[in-house]
């Protein structure tokens, strides 16, 4: 069986890529998927230029650590969104959008339907029904919002 493999070294190292891939496939965070591609690329340089052993083994473990550190830099390269994203932030996503109000404000205060919630609102001055109204701010769950025509 080793001389089979070492007649055909190319077949392992091919056949061990593919495995690693398979394996990365089950979540492996993307580590296994630069070693896949490092042994599949050392199959395809066994295939065209018959090495020992010893030069398989290093040329596989080469190019999996430059794989590695290529995938490192390329990730912390990667935009990442900066500051405060609005996750768990419902409110955030209105700011800037425009409604209108089903009823009048009382004192400023009121509430006002957005899809199938109801937000409390609060203005600067007494809105009657109807009026068209922006989101200009979030005060915890209260929406701050100014009439637009």
Known sequence: MIELISEHAH???LALGG???AAEMLGAGGYLLWSGIAAILTGLLTWIVPVGWEW??????????????????????????EGNNGLNQR???FIG???RLEQ?????RGHVRIGDSSWP??????????TLVEVIAVDGITLRIKARA
């Open 11 to 13: 077949v392992f190292w």
């Open 19 to 21: 495995l690693l891939l």
């Open 56 to 81: 398989q083994g290093l040329c596989f473990a080469l190019l999996t650590v430059v794989a590695a550190v290529l995938w490192s830099r390329w990730l912390k390269r990667k935009a990442r969104p």
């Open 91 to 93: 409110g955030q996503q």
């Open 97 to 99: 959008q425009r409604f």
């Open 104 to 108: 009048p404000l009382v004192n400023g």
């Open 121 to 130: 609102v609060q203005a600067d001055e007494d809105l009657p029904a109807t």
